[in-house]
């Protein structure tokens, strides 16, 4: 092993570059079975993110179903999910473009299958499933023909021999979910919500029967409510229709068996998620009486057997601490998988022998462990005397130490959603910095998913406020035990992760420089110029609106520039809806006034979150040369600069 160099934290030449990252990545999702083949989508980066559908068949050979210009992608309650459908070897997927559905026979080119609608987009498809026995597709549809201020979502049957002919079965409530077809065809379940419930927060739960003219019969209530999030309701094999619920303050399993709710397995873990996506799956049927599911305890993500019979739940080995889009067959069970040392990759096991099989990685690199920062997960004391969660990576790179007496420098990261969690996954992007001599601190703030319903709810009423805590508190932390050098304390986050960055820039003082990727600095535009989904999320965050305006206003970084002390830098996707490019642009105004460093990078083409290879390497690249210039060490490669204004007054 040679000797290691001593170098600043922060000037270590790492192995780990922005090229790499986006050259050799692929994002990896959405499984589905048909018969022996296996089906996933790929995102690629390389082809402007174009999600491609792929299918490997027994014999281990793969190919591209969907060719280009063709984009599997729906932009359904706008963050998608869900975008494809298999039955017996022939696809039914949503075009990215123009939003309508295609059919794809195998070897076959794409066939239009539903219009556009009035204009283009119109009418956007999600969450589809067969109804063999009538031949048509049951869906999620989000019509916005109707010129009102939101659009109607309402669940229908699309005759598959004529595409126009469509039906609405289900109508009335705000949104819908998982429409299910029992195994005989003769019954739907179907999640609904409606504003101001995010899915997360409350859910119901209906089935109703098909009557002969291929509608739906009255509907029957089955569960959930406006305190109760159901999730991934699923019929076995023989017919029952079994769920997730948060009833009990954590995402356990039931069914409804003869009219009665049946718990499965109750403990302090989750084996929901929440619904930020169509088609998301935590578990699958192997057979009538056993059920493969994954869940979660302390960030860390289980496989697992459940016996419906005995209630008995067993754990199955795997080297992943993050799995999702479980699917099951006989004997096998396919997913989505990473450690923190293994990027997402789409396995196969046998479920009578456990051997694994890896189908796809999202990156073929070989990466040597002694450049890793292995997460190691942390509880922190934060406000209230509660307790806070997060991964704290170390900086590592094998060939480099620090002078002595030197502290790293650390970059906070704030997930976004808020509803959301971070991963314990392998995460180039992290090991980008931790390679280079950063600390990183990944917080799992309160609000966060994975850690029960009461934790979830500490951000109500409360966004900018715990979360803030959570993540200055956690920094503080890893100051107190000489982990990180508090003068050289950075926040970073995107979109929602973007709002408490800028909370914690502007309402406090503990962090030195921050980096916001599409973040929220005012409240009361979000409230009133966002999308369906999220139009109402904010009533439980902060308040309702305009009720509670003197919140809103109170709590967006936007009104207090004034109180901005530290340099700050911007990435902003030009065409973004969620997160309009004019709050940055406020934002980078008043920071330029008063001569703070400050740099604004705008990406032309990018929506919320970047999916071009060349952006998100820029972006990478670019919030480190800034914390060079602010933080004064020198960078071990050559950056292309960022124009940062006022970096000479700093």
């Excluded at 008995?312 to 099951?328: G, K, R, V």
């Excluded at 293994?342 to 479920?351: I, K, L, N, R």
């Excluded at 406000?383 to 970059?411: C, H, I, M, S, W």
């Excluded at 996954?425 to 600390?439: E, H, K, V």
């Amino acid at each position: 092993m040679t000797e290691q160099q001593v170098a600043p934290f922060g000037s270590w030449k790492s192995p780990i570059t922005s090229d790499l990252i986006v050259s050799e990545t692929i994002g990896l999702g959405a499984v589905a079975l048909d018969g022996e083949d296996v089906y996933w989508i790929e995102m690629r980066p390389g082809e402007g993110g174009r999600n491609v559908l792929v299918r490997q068949t027994p014999d281990g050979q793969k190919v591209d179903v969907t060719s280009s210009p063709f984009n599997v992608r729906t932009r359904a309650n706008e963050y998608g999910g869900g975008s494809f459908v298999v039955h017996q070897g022939t696809v039914y997927f949503s075009n990215f473009a123009d939003q309508c559905l295609y059919r794809q026979t195998l070897g076959g080119e794409p066939q239009q299958l539903t219009s556009p609608g009035t204009t283009p987009s119109s009418l956007r498809y999600a969450d589809a499933v067969i109804d063999q026995s009538r031949d048509h597709l049951i869906c999620v549809r989000e019509d916005h023909t109707g010129g009102g201020h939101e659009p109607t979502n309402t669940l229908v049957s699309i005759n598959l021999q004529n595409g126009e002919d469509v039906q609405v079965l289900v109508s009335g409530s705000d949104f819908y979910s998982s429409p299910r077809l029992s195994p005989d065809g003769s019954q739907l379940a179907w999640l609904s919500w409606n504003h101001p419930n995010m899915p997360w927060d409350g859910t119901d739960l209906w089935v109703a029967s098909f009557t002969a003219d291929g509608l739906l019969g009255e509907p029957q209530h089955i569960a959930g409510g406006v305190d109760e999030s159901i999730f991934q309701p699923e019929w076995s094999p023989d017919g029952v229709l079994h769920f997730v619920s948060d009833r009990t303050g954590w995402w356990n399993f039931y069914r409804c068996a003869d009219g009665k709710i049946e718990p499965l397995c109750e403990m302090a873990a989750e084996f929901g998620l929440p619904q930020w996506v169509f088609g998301m799956s935590t578990y699958a049927f192997e057979s009538s009486n056993r059920i493969i599911c994954t869940y979660t305890q302390a960030g860390i993500w289980h496989l697992a057997r459940l016996d419906l019979t005995t209630h008995q739940l067993q754990p199955i080995e795997t080297p992943y601490t993050e799995i999702s889009s479980l699917q099951a067959a006989a004997g096998k069970v396919v997913f989505c998988a990473a450690s923190p040392t293994q990027s997402t990759c789409v396995v196969q096991m046998d479920t009578a022998t456990g051997e694994m099989e890896v189908l796809q990685r999202s990156s073929q690199m070989e990466i040597d462990p002694g450049y890793l920062s292995i997460p190691q997960p942390i509880e922190f004391p934060t406000e209230n005397g509660l307790t806070a969660y997060a991964f704290f990576y170390p900086p590592q790179n094998r060939d480099y130490a620090a002078p002595t007496g030197e502290k790293p420098p650390v970059v906070v990261k704030s997930h976004g959603g808020p509803t959301s969690a971070t991963s314990s996954q392998l995460n180039l992007r992290i090991q980008y910095w931790t390679s280079r001599g950063f600390a990183f601190l990944d917080v799992n703030y309160g609000g966060s998913t994975g850690y029960g319903r009461e934790y979830r709810q500490r951000l109500d009423g409360q966004w900018g406020i715990v979360d803030v805590d959570d993540c200055v508190n956690g920094a503080r932390y890893l100051a107190e035990r000489g982990e990180v050098d508090e003068n050289r304390m950075a926040i970073a986050g995107g979109s929602a992760g973007g709002y408490t960055t800028l909370c914690a820039l502007t309402f406090r003082d503990t962090f030195k420089a921050g980096a916001s990727y599409y973040g929220v600095s005012d409240l009361e535009a979000l409230a009133t110029d966002t999308h369906k989904f999220e139009a109402r999320y904010l009533d439980r965050l902060i308040g309702p609106y305009p009720e509670r305006k003197d919140l809103y206003q109170a709590r967006s970084p936007i009104h207090f520039t004034d109180r901005l002390s530290c340099p700050v830098i911007f990435f902003q996707g030009l065409e973004d809806k969620v997160v309009p490019p004019n709050q940055a642009e406020m934002m980078v105004a008043a920071l330029k006034a008063k001569g703070l460093p400050v740099a604004y990078v705008p990406f032309e083409g990018e929506q919320h979150g970047f999916r071009r290879a060349e952006n998100i390497k820029r972006a990478l690249d670019g919030e480190f040369y800034f914390y060079s210039q602010v933080f004064g060490f020198q960078p071990a490669e050559t950056l292309e600069p960022v124009l940062i204004e006022n970096l000479s007054s700093h």
